[in-house]
């Protein structure tokens, strides 16, 4: 029997022995008849485990539409063009495929026409969005799909009792939150493999929870509660949950593939494509799709060139910003939105389309972020008319598009909008030009959302022409992080927005630390703790901050470090270094103190991510409650501690047992061998038994030595002889 190997073996055994197979001419390559190597294709080996799907769609992809106007045959182009319009938003209508019957005598429409889509999702979708539409007050649209007919017409005219299945439960999607040890879990990617580890520091050590090889073809990712795992394919998207198995959920049919993004609720997925055009000039093709994750079902999809979505962003594939939707609203994934030429594009989630069914207008805006917890857009308008028209911040309630709050900024030469998590606070980083043109200084407009009529506060810093670095929030909490200087080892300043004087809240300075060798800041979840980071140039300093008492807990080094990563209870760091740098790949396990708890080492190490948890069910009043109360919450978790030390010596101990038996164990061995061997090495002594070291005789030998020789030279008188 053949070895199967799959496509992606082959790639990966390619890049090991450093073989480029986009070089290699596969059209010259010619096997015998018959006979493939047992090497799959993509298509053999998904066929493999998979039904083999009928490529015959039938009438799948053909609506029925009713109750439309009967017209002569003078106003038939214009009913279809008026269908045409309606349906060509929803999906393409195949060439050909829009069809309304006519009476034979009369030439006259009979009220109902056949669109043909060129998919069976694109049909349902406007099945869906256009069952009760009103063309006008006599005319409300009736809806169904073709083959729907069909099986109305095969329904018995005898009633019979449904058949009742026995209840088979499904997976555990939260099983992996009952942990007894309150562990979290992380996933990494290593060479061709995936796997799923909970984080055991207490045995100062990783745990294996699941292994896969070839589980993705390009990177994975949790979903933002930690339900699903997402791989990416050529073929789609898959998502993978349960309770140690990890066994599939869903599939998301989308080809070739490259990124995707969950809404904040984990009901839909975003997938993203480029296509690249058969016409050097024209622009990458883009196809977006909006999964509803449980289902499976396409709720909307956009098509257009790269340049239709260049707009904004962080740089993704082929020059496209990503992500493309920006989800609001918190995480009932009620709005998404994205930023175009002059517009931005709110939609719901209700429809998919966009809110009154028209775009945000604002001219020349440049960029925008939603609030975290709210349905309230931020948004940014640069200068125009060379400073004529000054620059502008506003505030959008959605969805009323209702302008909250607005702010004119002078000279500005860009700005940052950074949302607090809660949604309480937005800091807004404006740089602007002096006077002279020359030079650019930084200030903040701190917005303070939750308050009445949403008061703004204008912070710099006590050098405001000092660079600014980074900038962070401290989630869930009221003070906020900056980097700022313009030397090799900057300053970090922190604030409080929760001063008070005269009764009014006001932001404050708390401290600033001098000449750190920093350039990130990574707060823990939890707040209160901050670690301040030097990447890159810094090569991967580590410094642990108690913000509560302004002191250094710790410090430490990850060298070459790219990654840094809370757990998402704050209670443990990671550190990561991935294969942008060939040596030392691999991740290290910190405590939230900055204590090295365990270093892993993997060669081709690619990925590594927490699994996200959902929010507490605890109130706030009962979290303050147990932070008040730790210590006698705390009594029962030190003593599973203690418990867990006993048992690590426990085992430490039989594991030095275990050594030294071995070791017993093989000097027995040999001993016995030597006594086996007497009788021969008796025999090549002439019958002397060398063991016996009692009876041997010992000679003492004196032997003399020369040490030195001294020549003396004696001289004659040549004469007197």
Same mark, same amino acid.
């Given at each position: 029997m053949a070895l199967a190997i799959s496509m992606e073996a082959i790639d990966a055994r390619a890049r090991e022995l450093g073989i480029d197979l986009d070089s290699v001419d596969v059209d010259s390559i010619t096997l015998p008849p018959g006979e493939d190597f047992g090497i799959l294709s993509d298509d053999e080996d998904l066929l493999q485990n998979e039904d083999i799907p009928e490529l015959e769609m039938g009438f799948a992809n053909i609506i029925v539409v009713d109750n439309l106007p009967v017209v002569p045959p003078e106003k038939y182009e214009k009913l279809e063009n008026v269908l045409r319009k309606i349906y060509g938003q929803l999906g393409v209508i195949r060439e050909g495929g829009l069809w309304m019957p006519t009476d034979p005598e009369t030439k006259k429409t009979q009220g109902y026409c056949f669109i043909e889509f060129n998919t069976p999702q694109e049909a349902e979708f406007a099945m869906e969005k256009t069952r009760g539409y009103k063309l006008d007050k006599s005319h409300i649209f009736a809806v169904n799909m073709f083959d729907d007919f069909e099986k109305y017409m095969k329904v018995p005219d005898e009633?019979?009792?449904?058949?009742?299945? @026995?209840?088979?439960?499904?997976? !555990?999607? $939260?099983?992996?939150?009952?942990?007894?040890?309150?562990?979290?879990?992380? &996933?990494? =990617?290593?060479?061709?493999?995936?796997?799923?580890?909970?984080?055991?520091?207490? +045995?100062?050590? %990783?745990?294996?929870?699941?292994?896969? /090889?070839?589980?993705?073809?390009?990177?994975?990712?949790?979903? @933002?509660?930690?339900?699903?795992?997402?791989? #990416?394919h050529r073929q789609g998207a898959q998502v993978w949950g349960g309770d140690d198995k990890f066994v599939r959920l869903m599939r998301f049919l989308h080809p070739q593939l490259k990124l995707i993004d969950f809404s904040p609720g984990e009901k839909y997925l975003i997938t993203y494509s480029s296509h690249e055009p058969s016409n050097p000039i024209d622009t990458h093709r883009v196809v977006l799709n909006i999964f509803d994750v449980r289902t499976g079902k396409v709720m909307r999809e956009f098509k257009g060139s790269a340049d239709d979505f260049t707009t904004g962003g962080n740089m993704g594939v082929s020059g496209v910003s990503w992500p493309i939707f920006r989800w609001g609203g918190g995480r009932d994934?009620?709005?998404?939105?994205?930023?175009?030429?002059? #517009?931005?594009?709110?939609?719901?989630?209700?429809?998919?389309?966009?809110?009154?069914?028209?775009?945000?207008?604002?001219?020349? &805006? #440049?960029?925008?972020?939603?609030?975290?917890?709210? %349905?309230?857009?931020?948004?940014?308008?640069?200068?125009?008319?060379?400073?004529?028209?000054?620059? =502008?911040?506003? $505030?959008? /309630?959605?969805?009323?598009?209702?302008?909250? +709050?607005?702010?004119?900024?002078?000279?500005?030469?860009?700005?940052?909008?950074?949302?607090?998590?809660?949604?309480?606070?937005?800091a807004v980083q404006v740089d602007r030009y002096t006077k002279t043109k020359?030079?650019?200084?930084?200030?903040?407009?701190?917005? +303070?959302?939750?308050? =009445?009529?949403? %008061?703004?506060? &204008?912070?710099?810093?006590?050098?405001?022409?000092?660079?600014?670095?980074?900038?962070?929030?401290? @989630?869930?909490?009221?003070?906020?992080? #900056?980097?700022?200087?313009?030397? @090799?080892? %900057?300053?970090?300043?922190?604030?409080?927005?929760?001063?008070?004087?005269?009764? &009014?809240?006001?932001?404050?300075?708390?401290?600033?630390?001098?000449?750190?060798?920093?350039?990130?800041l990574f707060w823990s979840p939890a707040g209160r703790f901050i670690v301040l980071a030097g990447m890159r140039g810094f090569n991967g300093q580590l410094e642990f901050f108690n913000v509560d008492e302004l002191e250094t807990m710790a410090t430490g080094e990850h060298f070459m470090a790219t990654d840094i990563m809370w757990d998402?209870?704050? +209670?443990?760091?990671?550190?990561?270094?991935?294969?942008?740098?060939?040596?030392? !790949?691999?991740?290290?396990?910190?405590?939230?103190?900055?204590? /090295?708890?365990?270093?892993?080492?993997?060669?081709?190490?690619?990925?590594?991510?927490?699994?996200?948890?959902p929010p507490s069910l605890l109130t706030p009043e009962k979290e303050e409650d147990i932070s008040k109360n730790l210590k006698r919450y705390s009594k029962k978790y030190e003593q599973e501690d203690q418990d867990v030390h006993h048992l690590l010596d426990e085992e430490e101990r039989k594991r030095r047992t275990r050594l030294q038996e071995v070791w017993e164990a093989w000097v027995a061995k040999w001993k016995q061998l030597h006594e086996d061997e007497g009788a021969f090495r008796m025999q090549l002594r002439g019958g002397e038994d060398s063991d016996k070291e009692e009876e041997a005789e010992y000679k003492e030998i004196e032997a003399e030595e020369l040490v030195d020789v001294t020549e003396e030279t004696v001289a004659f008188d040549l004469d007197q002889e």
């Open positions: 009633w019979a009792p449904a058949e009742i299945k @026995p209840y088979t439960p499904g997976e !555990n999607l $939260l099983k992996w939150l009952t942990d007894d040890k309150a562990r979290d879990q992380f &996933v990494i =990617r290593a060479g061709t493999f995936t796997e799923v580890y909970w984080n055991d520091a207490r +045995r100062a050590m %990783p745990e294996l929870v699941y292994q896969k /090889q070839y589980w993705t073809d390009s990177y994975i990712q949790w979903s @933002p509660l930690g339900t699903h795992l997402a791989t #990416v994934d009620k709005y998404f939105a994205r930023l175009g030429k002059n #517009v931005i594009s709110v939609y719901d989630t209700e429809t998919f389309a966009l809110i009154d069914k028209k775009s945000l207008k604002v001219e020349n &805006v #440049v960029d925008f972020s939603w609030s975290p917890t709210d %349905p309230i857009i931020s948004l940014f308008v640069p200068e125009l008319g060379g400073g004529n028209q000054p620059a =502008r911040m506003s $505030l959008v /309630q959605i969805p009323g598009k209702e302008e909250i +709050r607005q702010k004119n900024l002078f000279s500005v030469s860009d700005c940052k909008m950074y949302w607090q998590n809660n949604g309480e606070y937005l020359k030079s650019i200084y930084t200030g903040f407009e701190l917005f +303070r959302i939750k308050e =009445r009529d949403i %008061p703004i506060e &204008v912070f710099e810093l006590d050098n405001k022409n000092d660079k600014i670095i980074a900038f962070a929030w401290e @989630p869930k909490g009221h003070r906020f992080a #900056v980097i700022h200087g313009d030397g @090799p080892k %900057p300053d970090i300043s922190f604030y409080t927005m929760k001063a008070v004087n005269n009764n &009014v809240s006001r932001v404050s300075k708390l401290t600033t630390l001098k000449g750190k060798q920093a350039n990130a998402p209870t704050g +209670r443990y760091l990671a550190t990561a270094v991935t294969s942008v740098h060939e040596m030392e !790949n691999g991740f290290q396990i910190w405590s939230f103190n900055g204590k /090295q708890i365990y270093k892993v080492l993997k060669d081709q190490f690619y990925q590594f991510q927490w699994r996200p948890r």
